[in-house]
């Protein structure tokens, strides 16, 4: 064996596998920042949704086919909804689950005002 290859089979037997990047999409005034945030290696990234905002938000995926990258594939949208109190820091961390296929998953990002919801923005999850 190559002795890269051996010092990656040991760190990884160790627990000292490559950290995934942090994808922290910030929601402010109903508007995600980054607006398509691009998870790059599925088995280590990991996707986290805060609220900057004074409104409560509710994040819905769109998609019918595929719904959320974080849910085992025909999981019922209701399950597939995110929420986030207002100043909510981080939520997550959200892994893409196991059986998500590689694709675009739209969101919509949704105000809750007295109980009743309307759409304020939108954006995606980029599952390579």
Known sequence: ?????????????LGFAPEGLKIVVGIKDGKPNPQ????????????????????AYEIRFTDKTN???????????????????AFQPPSGPFKVHDLATPGKYP?????????KTSRAGGGSVVVE
Request: hydrophobic share 40%; aromatic share 10%; proline share 7%.
């Open 67 to 85: 719904g959320s990258p974080f849910q085992a594939p025909g999981t019922p949208a209701d399950k597939s909804k995110i929420s986030l109190r």
């Open 107 to 115: 969101y919509d990002v949704m105000v809750v005002r007295g109980g």
């Open 36 to 55: 398509n945030a691009d998870v790059q290696s599925r088995k280590v990234d990991t996707v986290y949704f805060q609220n900057s905002g004074s409104e």
């Open 1 to 13: 064996m190559k002795p890269f290859l051996i010092a990656v089979a040991l760190f990884a037997t």
